[in-house]
């Protein structure tokens, strides 16, 4: 059983059944289950796609195709871990094994005005719907946040022809994964796209205007909009496996294998926390759903994590990351040119710990990714 339908979910049916064609599966989602790939949720505006139009098979589709029992629009409300059974609407369903592919959930804001609650995120295929139907008519857009999807929204939303204003604490684009040469060259790349970035400052208050939105900053500016998209981190949805009695930190603890503290429960994508890491990127992702799958087959399999760049999709300046391990010991060494940023984080015996390419450095990529170290060996 496998509580979940995002791209982990289906990543895991169809390498299980590479492995296995007969094991019934059974999944269970709160939404309808359609399969689609949601890295392109930030950037599908500009090229005109529709939430249908980003769904790349129908939940049915992929139940024939895999052999799946898909349960659609259906909670789990808990699980029951010694009688082997979760509770949904329907009743309690048995498992013999549970995979939890719960996802996160976006970071929200302790914002104050009259229409903080009409700040939206893009999580799902729904909430793109939400976000496309929103933007009938508008012109303004304010986005809190100027990480990873941040930027990717602001890159496509100006491409689309709106104006947006980009609100962030810290000092310049994706502070948390590129040293500030590099950021200062997508931050110019994106403002000569049309974005206006609001470095140092932070979102206070939404306030409902005569004509759309008032978003007022921390330090009192005011900036009118049309729509205020919040894109400042997602959470893990732990508090199903909390409730179970599962080991949590800031995600669901598994072992090399994906399992959790519960014999025959496991965790992946999102939600899980292996060795103290959580990456909520697809290449990782794909990593655990094949070591799960072989895992479940009855093959030996141990996750490991090679190097995986991140590849950010903001066509005004591209960008590739592999930023070194939070502990890692060393410093940036950056070639700033006028078309690119050639950062290589060095450790202190010489060893490339990480990189961040943009610009025309990111022909560099497999290069430097041969060099790197395995994020998890």
């Not at 195709?65 to 309690?92: E, F, N, R």
């Not at 090679?306 to 903001?314: E, L, N, R």
């Not at 040119?337 to 610009?359: E, K, N």
């Not at 560099?364 to 990714?369: E, G, M, N, Y």
């Amino acid at each position: 059983m496998i509580v979940g339908s995002g791209l982990a979910a289906w990543t895991l049916v169809r390498e299980f059944r590479k492995l296995d064609a007969q094991t019934p599966i059974t999944l269970i989602t709160r939404d309808n289950g359609d399969f689609y790939s949601k890295p392109m949720l930030s950037n599908a505006l500009s090229s005109g796609k529709t939430a249908a139009q980003l769904v790349s098979a129908t939940s049915a589709a992929m139940a024939q195709q895999l052999g799946v029992t898909v349960m659609a629009k259906t909670d789990v409300t808990a699980i029951d871990p010694v009688a082997y059974s979760v509770t949904t609407a329907l009743g309690p369903v048995t498992y013999s094994r549970l995979v939890l592919a719960l996802g996160a959930d976006p970071v929200r804001l302790p914002l104050q005005g009259d229409a903080a609650d009409r700040v939206i995120s893009v999580n799902d295929l729904q909430d793109y719907a939400t976000f496309r139907a929103q933007l009938e008519g508008a012109k303004r857009v304010t986005v809190i946040g100027a990480g990873l999807i941040g930027c990717e929204f602001a890159n496509d939303l100006v491409q689309a022809g709106y104006e947006v204003d980009v609100i962030d604490p810290g000092t310049h684009p994706l502070g948390r994964l590129l040293p500030l040469e590099a950021g200062q060259q997508m931050q110019q790349a994106l403002a000569h796209a049309g974005v206006r970035f609001h470095f140092g400052n932070s979102v206070q208050a939404v306030l409902a205007a005569p004509q759309g939105l008032q978003v007022e900053l921390a330090n009192g500016q005011r900036l009118a909009s049309d729509l205020v998209l919040s894109a400042v981190g997602l959470r893990p949805r732990i508090a199903l496996a909390k409730a179970a009695g599962l080991q949590t930190a800031r995600g669901i603890v598994v072992n090399r294998q994906l399992q959790t503290s519960q014999t025959d429960i496991y965790a992946l994508g999102d939600v899980a926390e292996v060795e103290g890491l959580l990456l909520p990127y697809v290449m990782p992702m794909m990593q655990s759903a094949r070591t799960l799958a072989a895992h479940l087959a009855g093959q030996p399999a141990t996750l490991r994590y090679p190097a995986m760049p991140v590849v950010v999709k903001t066509p005004a300046m591209p960008v590739v990351v592999s930023p070194p391990l939070a502990n890692a010991q060393g410093s940036w060494q950056v070639n700033a040119f006028s078309d690119g940023v050639d950062a290589r984080f060095v450790g202190l015996d010489g060893t490339l710990l990480g990189f961040a390419l943009a610009g025309k450095a990111t022909g560099q990529k497999t290069v430097l990714q041969k060099s790197l170290p395995a994020v998890l060996a």
